[in-house]
């Protein structure tokens, strides 16, 4: 009897390795502190960073504590187990244990080996005591971690410097420090079968729309995959269109922007290990905003924003332009100009979309070899793209002058705009406007911009239409998208977001008191 | 179901892209084998062939990526060939046929007409000029002292092409016909048409190249050359533009003694009065002038001096719009449009009894020139600058 009882036993331990960590949900924490240390040494086989130091409470009770090593503060844990190494008491004083001895600012009681196991390689330190089937779990994190630093990705010449790192917490803390107030809701969410990722989505209650919020939590809890690396991972999987080439979620790496988006009712999602931090829903022109234009004075941003218009459309269109009216529409071509190109092309061995295909795609390799590279290579990258691509080429009459020049210019136009997954999407789509152009012309290239924006009049980010709001219209919301209205007009939040409370300051006080104080 | 409808649409557009490709690129034409046009010429032949001439860029020469500039030295950057036909279309055909590059209409900035052309009529040219769309109603119009191909062969200094130094010289003289006036002028009862005269003249000290002249105007009576009227004679021709460009002028103010203005504003108002038949135009000028050049050392500070000069300014130009107008009414070509004034004022008198025999009556008619002349600006000094100062 005894003997196939403990057949079983080890049958179950055995297997046990085999089950991913949410699958140890119904295993609870066994009594017997020994069964304990059986088990987590089978789970823990070959895994030469996990530590289990035994040791006995005063009255000679067994405990012992689990941790991973490095993802612990070792002073603190130190100072726990002295404390509980002089402890007085009996058996079941777990909860004597939790509330009268131990130092420790975060404790808390689990029960099953999921809780436990899963806090214990978060970085918690588990006390195991025996007699007990409750394990206390001591959040003392002493992982590394980078510092806050500027973020790379998105400059600005005014604004906070801060940046998120690859710490969820000390990301929500950024956060937090932006938004003091308890609307401000940060719902854990774990993810991944292997990694057990930490998500945290963060929105502020009661300016939400409750619906949007329970749409993005309940297409996250959907998510069954083994691991998430980068936020990367979560953003395809919450996206409405997959196969759309244009992003219809943001990123950010500033505390600022994402409280700023937490403020249009909009919706945070944290992924720990990425500074980058997701943002639903998201409009087209939200793309287009970066997050200096609302420290600058409005006039500026104002003119920032028509010039990256303007310069998404020759990013766009150029080359394809630049192909349709060489080779289709040379009456369109001022007649002066119309003799320059003839005579920069006249040497040229290849029709006007193949030099513009060669010219496109190394442009777009020497993009990717310069960001891909170890930096210290970077500057051959760009003294071979100068010299080699641009000068030589065109003095061996391979490519000609004025494609250089509209290549340059499309480089340049596709880098004004502020978020870089947008910027992607309009390179890309580049390419089937030149093909368009070289066979069919300037009819061509407005047959694929009316394809194009066809396809982002139907796309939708969580049920906001992307064009919003200029298509559906909703003259209220220009005031951020076609100009950047000083802060005294933009009383209401945007309406496109559903957000609830929609006043977010009061103009009158402020004119009342800048009149008062003449 | 759902997945036929599927493979459906998927092959659907298979098909469409895979016609797309089909197609090839149809029209598509690179520059490199086009051969543009800046002008051309047409001369009427004696026996009665249409020969048309085109200048075309040798756009090699224009310098390319490695030449490193190309400039006028040496080789000439453009050639001119012509060919006859019947028609303008059946030369164009032949030339053509001599063509490696496919001849483009769109960029010409000139056409030239040969005197011969022009006594024989524009309208047949015209057409082909209308109705063919690669053809630009923007591009000037002249008329060529003799044939329209020397003004081609001409290699103006200033300019790489003499198309270019045409269109430059007539623009800067202020008369500019496009093909788009010539004809509302040859469709526009009570207007005739009128085009600058170019030829091209050596140049002085005799160098190397030929360059263009504006000689003065010819005047069209229908669509045929009527008289050629002088630079002397086409003083006036200036204030009968719808826009007025600046001009400089000069006379005696004493005896010998010449001064020259710049005529800056210039306004023109015509009045017809129709009394027992007979047409009479009241022609009110208003200028505006600055002194440039004094040979007389007058004091401009006196206000009696600038008045002397105001109203020997305001003969100058009554001078001047009356000598073209004579011109006008002695060829019966009403260039001015004085028809279309007597049109707008008396309508229902015009298509009674001027329409038809425009031409006739305008042999009848008499005309009165008001001229008043201001001179605000006298230049940087009263006097010339070397004279004794007035103690």
Known sequence: ?518 | MKRSSRFKIASIIVILIHSLLLTGCWDRVEVNDLALILAFAVDKEEDGLYRMSVQLPLVSSLGGPSGGGGGTSGDKSYYVDSATGKTLREANNVLQSRMSRKLFYAHHRVIVIGEETAKSGLREILDVIARFPENRLTAYMVVAKGKGFDLLKAQPQFERFSAEAMRELIKMVGVTVTVKDIAQMLNTPGVDAYLPVLASVDSRPKGKSKEIELIGFSMFRDDRFAHFLTLEHAKGIRWFQPTFYSYATDFDIRKNREISVQVNQGRMEITPIVRNGKVHFQINVHARAAIIEDHSGTDWGNSKNLRMLENKLAANISEGIRTTLQEMVKNQSDIAGLGLVLARKYPQLWKTSFRENWDKHLKAVTFEIRTRATVPNIGQTTENLTKEEMR
């Open chain 1, 1 to 518: 009897m005894k003997h196939t009882r403990q057949s079983k036993k080890e049958q179950n331990i055995a297997q046990l390795n085999e089950k991913s960590l949410s699958e140890l949900e119904s295993f609870p924490v066994r009594s017997s502190l020994e069964e304990n240390i059986e088990i987590l040494e089978h789970l823990f086989q070959d895994c030469s960073d996990f530590v289990l130091r035994e040791f006995q409470l005063k009255d000679s009770v067994q405990a012992c504590a689990v941790f991973v090593d490095g993802l612990i503060d070792t002073q603190s844990v130190n100072e726990a187990l002295r404390a509980l190494m002089i402890l007085k008491g009996g058996r079941e004083s777990i909860r004597s244990i939790e509330h009268e001895v131990l130092p420790v600012s975060q404790i808390s009681e689990v029960t099953s080996y999921k809780d436990f196991l899963s806090a214990v390689l978060g970085g918690d330190t588990g006390i195991l005591v025996d007699g007990n089937d409750i394990a206390l779990t001591l959040g003392i994190r002493g992982a590394e971690k980078r510092s806050v630093n500027e973020p790379e990705g998105e400059a600005v010449v005014r604004g906070p410097r801060e940046g998120f790192i690859e710490n969820i917490r000390t990301n929500t803390s950024l956060l937090r420090r932006k938004l003091k107030t308890p609307r401000l809701k940060m719902k854990s969410i774990v993810v991944g079968k292997e990694s057990n990722t930490n998500l945290v989505v963060s929105y502020l209650e009661g300016i939400v729309d409750p619906a949007l919020r329970d749409e993005v939590i309940s297409r996250i809890e959907h998510i069954e995959i083994d691991a998430v690396l980068e936020s990367g991972y979560i953003e395809e999987m919450i996206q409405d269109n997959a196969l759309s080439p244009f992003p219809q979620v943001q990123y950010s790496e500033r505390p600022d922007t994402v409280a700023a988006a937490l403020l249009e009712g909009r919706i945070a999602i944290f992924v720990d290990g990425t500074p980058m931090v997701l943002i639903v829903p998201t409009t087209f022109w939200m793309m287009m905003q970066a997050n200096e234009d609302y420290y600058e004075r409005f006039q500026m941003a104002t003119l920032v924003r028509w010039l990256r218009y303007l310069f998404l459309a020759i990013s766009l269109v150029t080359p394809a332009g630049y192909v349709a009216i060489s080779t289709f529409h040379q009456e369109m071509l001022p007649t002066t100009l119309l003799l320059s190109i003839a005579a920069a092309r006249e040497s040229i061995p290849f029709p006007a979309i193949v030099e513009a295909l060669i010219m496109e795609i190394s442009f777009e390799a020497l993009r990717e070899a310069g960001i891909r590279l170890p930096k210290t290579v970077g500057q051959a990258v760009s003294i071979l793209g100068a010299l080699v691509v641009g000068q030589a080429a065109v003095q061996a009459g391979i490519v000609s002058a004025p494609m250089v020049i509209v290549v340059s210019i499309t480089g340049i136009a596709s880098f004004t705009v502020p978020h870089y997954n947008a910027s992607i999407a309009l390179r890309m789509l580049r390419f089937p406007l030149m093909f368009a152009a070289s066979f069919l012309g300037i009819y061509g290239i407005l047959v694929g911009i009316l394809l194009i924006m066809g396809h982002m009049a139907n796309l939708r980010s969580f049920g906001v239409p992307y064009l919003s709001p200029l298509a559906p219209m909703s003259i209220g919301d220009f005031k951020d998208v076609l100009i950047r209205a000083p802060w005294t007009i933009m009383e209401k939040r945007p309406s496109f977001t559903g957000v609830e409370d929609e006043k977010r300051l009061n103009t009158a006080s402020i004119n009342k008191s800048r009149q008062t104080s003449d």
